[in-house]
């Protein structure tokens, strides 16, 4: 029996099977493509994307895996009416927050990514492939899951047994359906193209915009929703999304008109791909039944407005990762398991809601209220508005956190979200920010697979008490301890406790009840709330 099956091998369920590898927990991946997909996807990867990727013994990898030359930035743009109209402005500045996280952001297509993926799940002696298997169906009991997969060749259907499944299946997910998990959906009634297309010409068309990778074009005619394209390869390929009538087919419409009009201007392309996607926003009524869990598109999905979407999953990956690793290794408390959904579907919920739906609505509201054919005037005033402070505001407050958390120690009425401000403070329930010590090394080096527990007033004796406290827990924890002023300045605090997918648990200045602290970060109590 395997500890934890993994239904559908695409980069979310790549990046969990890599999280249980690396701690050893006996992962079984099933997932029906031989290879990846060759759609341009998933591209624009965060910097907190990123320290998983650093994490996973990926980084550099992936970094030597992106199809565009260094040197062109990794930025975009909002354009009004046409993409050479004019009127644009700087959008979603992720640059803007290096400075918060330990590395820096990166773009490339997701096969690109799943490669390199695939490569260092390869690595991990505990992991098993099944790689061209179809998940047919999967059934729990009171002590393991079991799946049923068909093979390529369709030879034989084959059934394998694990203390625990995750369906990593997609937006379509049969695991979701089949553990009875129901879902909310947000339906904008719009078809979605995607044509992926070449054309060296459309690159000496934006060559003016150096630094830039992904163009989004406002049209008022399509009421708040956009158009936008994105680089693929260098000089040669993009990708464009755009809405079309109810009934388009590839048959039916002139998708290179509709690319033409975009851009404000014909031009030569060749199309290589066309597909098809609804504009929707959907996520689990829960992230857990009993024991399966739902991660990446098949708990929530949005359309990629932002880039939101594998990042998200990522995340989930590294979130549900280690807490699975703990309930498999016996230090988890009977509450850990659960507080995945608690932590990771509100986060959701917000970047649907405060990100996505307001950059719709907000564009609709701009479209039906300004009309340079009107009032050149007025609308070059509000444009520039927007252009000023419009662009920032995105990503300046975009920052998931789990503060509210039952296993965080935070204070006040707070909940997990995606909004929040970015501070180097050691916040509970936030991701820690990098700090270099006066040795030159980054704090960030010192953190461990576990509990980490930092102390900047160099106090051998609480570390002592710590490291004790975690051993009557049975909670794995590395303990540092160094003084440096640099870092209390930074953080607001001597001595933070830090999860082990980064995030502060608990910061403070004395520490009270180690056990008590340890028993709730671990999950072995659910808190006051």
Known sequence: ?????????????????????????????????????????????????????????????????????????????????SLLSGYHYDWFKRASVDR?????????????????????????????????????????????????????????????????LVGCDGSHSLVRRQAGIA?????????????????????????????????????????????FFGMVEWGQTMFFHAPVPANTNRDNFDFRELIWQAVGQEFALDMDYVGFWDLRISVAGNYRADRIFLAGDSAHSQPPYGGYGVNTGFEDARNLGWKLAAAQQGWGGEFLLDSYDGERRPVFKSTANDFIERFISDDRAFVRRYDPGKNRQEFEAAWSERAEGGSAAGIQT????????????????????????????????????????????????????????????????????????????????????????????????????VRPDHFVAWSGESLGDCIALLGRSAGHVYGDR
């Open 183 to 227: 879902e909310d959906q947000t339906d904008h009634d719009r078809l979605m193209v995607l044509v992926v297309f070449r054309s060296p010409e459309f690159f000496d068309l934006v060559k003016g915009f150096r630094d830039k990778q992904f163009f989004n074009v406002l049209n008022p005619e399509l009421d708040g929703y956009w158009m």
């Open 398 to 497: 975009f920052n998931p956190n789990y503060a509210g958390s039952p296993i965080i120690d935070t204070v006040g009425n707070t909940k997990p979200s995606a909004v929040g401000e970015h501070t180097f403070r050691a916040l509970p329930g936030f991701h820690l920010s990098p700090c270099k010590l006066s040795d030159g090394r980054d704090l960030n080096t010192l953190l461990g697979d576990g509990f980490t527990y930092i102390n900047l007033d160099g106090d051998e004796l609480s570390s002592r008490q710590m490291q004790q406290a975690a051993s009557n827990v049975g909670v794995p924890l590395k303990t540092v301890t160094i003084d440096c002023s640099r870092g209390r300045q930074a953080y607001g605090c001597s001595q933070i406790l």
């Open 1 to 81: 029996m395997h500890d934890v099956l993994i239904a559908g091998g695409g980069p979310v369920g790549l990046g969990l099977a890599i999280e249980l590898g690396q701690r050893g927990i006996d992962v079984a991946l099933v997932e029906k493509r031989l290879q990846p997909q060759q759609i341009p996807k998933g591209q624009n990867l965060t910097q907190r994307t990123m320290e998983h990727m650093q994490k996973w013994g990926v980084e550099k990898a992936i970094r030597d895996a992106k199809t565009i030359p260094k040197g062109i930035g990794l930025g975009g743009l909002t354009a009004y009416g």
């Open 100 to 164: 918060y996280y330990y590395t820096e952001n990166e773009r490339l297509p997701q096969y690109a990514t799943e490669r390199v993926m695939r490569d260092r799940v390869a690595e991990l002696p505990s992991v098993t492939t099944h790689y061209g298997s179809t998940v047919k169906t999967v059934e729990q009991d009171a002590s393991s899951v079991t799946l049923a997969m068909s093979h390529a060749d369709q030879s034989r259907t084959d059934k394998i047994e694990g203390r625990y």
